[in-house]
Nanobody, 118 residues
């Protein structure tokens, strides 16, 4: 059974940090490109960051470049999103997605809420 379970969300003040985790099971993690998306109320889901299957390459939305870092540990079947210098506009539900390399197969987690507010 495929599962992606996000954790690490919560309430943080502007300028603070959070580290999200996404634990994968039920598929060969190292064969999947992993991504973080977010969806704010009333807005469409947007790509935040992506990392290749072996972690050799990453890419970020312009809005988070220099503040967020995506990483993965294939031995632990886990992808992370380190979020620093958080802003109120980063408030959203954050989802991880697994995309099979050279395939349309994808899996989504259930999301974790991140709220940036004073």
């Amino acid at each position: 059974q495929v599962q992606l379970v996000e954790s690490g969300g919560g309430l943080v003040q502007p300028g603070g940090s959070l580290r999200l985790s996404c634990a994968a099971s039920g598929f060969t993690f190292s064969r999947y490109v992993m991504s973080w998306y977010r969806q704010a109320p009333g807005k469409e889901r947007e790509l935040v960051a992506v990392i290749t299957s072996v972690g050799g390459s990453t890419n970020y939305a312009d809005s988070v470049k220099g503040r967020f870092t995506i990483s993965r540990d294939n031995a632990k079947n886990t992808v992370y999103l380190q979020m620093n210098s958080l802003k109120p506009e980063d408030t959203a539900v954050y989802y991880c997605k697994a995309q099979r390399v050279v395939s349309t197969i994808e899996h989504w987690g259930q999301g974790t809420q991140v709220t940036v507010s004073s």
